[in-house]
C-alpha cells in the first residue's frame, strides 16, 4: 500500500520567506508526528497529532512554526519569515495508533528545506 | 530517556554479519529499545524494539544484556542495501514520540 507522502521533496526559499510543507500520511492513521533533521544529525521531534488534536508541539523551534491537521488526515508544516538556521530536512511520520509501544512509525522521504 | 552511546560508524564485509552496539547505562525499566534505520535520502525505517528478552524478526535480530544496560542488533547477513545510520532508542511506554541520537553509520562494503 501507500506509504507517507511529502510535498515538495526540495523547496528553496529566500531568506524571510514562508513556505508550506505538506504531509499525506498513511489511510486511518491516527497520530502524525512532524521531525526536523539537521544535516548531520538524528531527526528532532517538533510536534505531533491525534486525529485533529494538537496534543505537543513543545520541539517547534519558534513561534514562527506552525502545523495543523484539519480534518485528521493531511498535515501541513508552515514557517514564517524563514531563516538560515531553517535549514534542514523535515519528516514526517504517522502511525496507527494513538501512541505507545504498539505502533511503529512510518516516515515519509522527508522535505529538505534550503533557505539563502 | 535514557542516554545512548553508539560508536559512530562501522563498516562489514557483505554478506557477513553485522553487530552494532549500543550502550544505554541509564536506561529505566519502563523503557524499550528500539532500533531504527535510515537509508541516504530517505525517513527512518522502523527495524526491531525489545524490553529484556532477545527478540527476531524477518530485519534482525536484537540482543539485550540481562542488566538491560546495552544491546546489540545483529544483522545476520549484510547486504549493501544495509547500508544506513541505525539509531539505537529507549522508549518510555507512555511516550509518543521517537527520541534520536546520532547513530552508527554502516557502510556494507563489496
Known amino acids: 500500500g501507500a506509504g507517507v507522502s511529502q510535498s515538495p521533496r526540495y523547496k528553496v526559499a529566500k531568506r524571510g520567506q514562508d513556505v508550506a510543507l505538506r504531509c499525506d500520511p498513511i489511510s486511518g492513521h491516527v497520530s502524525l508526528f512532524w521531525y526536523q533533521q539537521a544535516l548531520g544529525q538524528g531527526p528532532e521531534f517538533l510536534t505531533y497529532?491525534?486525529?485533529?488534536?494538537?496534543?505537543?508541539k513543545s520541539g517547534l523551534p519558534s513561534d514562527r512554526f506552525f502545523a495543523e491537521r484539519p480534518e485528521g488526515s493531511v498535515s501541513t508544516l508552515k514557517i514564517q519569515r524563514t531563516q538560515q538556521e531553517d535549514s534542514a530536512v523535515y519528516l514526517c511520520?504517522?502511525?496507527?495508533?494513538?501512541?505507545?509501544?504498539?505502533?511503529?512509525?512510518?516516515f515519509g522521504p522527508g522535505t529538505r528545506l534550503t533557505v539563502t | 530517556d535514557a542516554k545512548t552511546t553508539q560508536p559512530p560508524s562501522m563498516d562489514c564485509a557483505e554478506g557477513r554479519a553485522a553487530n552494532l552496539p549500543c550502550n544505554h547505562s541509564t536506561i529505566s525499566g519502563n523503557e524499550y529499545v528500539y532500533w531504527y534505520r535510515q537509508i541516504h535520502s530517505q525517513g527512518p525505517q522502523y527495524i526491531i524494539h525489545g524490553l529484556k528478552n532477545n527478540e527476531t524478526n524477518e530485519m534482525a535480530s536484537l540482543i539485550i544484556t540481562e542488566d538491560r544496560k546495552s544491546s546489540t542488533l545483529i544483522l545476520p547477513h549484510a547486504t549493501l542495501r544495509d547500508t544506513a545510520v541505525y539509531y539505537c532508542i529507549p522508549r518510555r511506554g507512555s511516550a509518543r514520540q521517537l527520541t534520536f541520537g546520532s547513530g552508527t553509520q554502516l557502510t556494507v562494503l563489496p
Open positions: 497529532f491525534q486525529n485533529e488534536a494538537q496534543l505537543d
Open positions: 511520520a504517522s502511525s496507527l495508533g494513538a501512541g505507545g509501544l504498539r505502533y511503529e512509525q512510518y
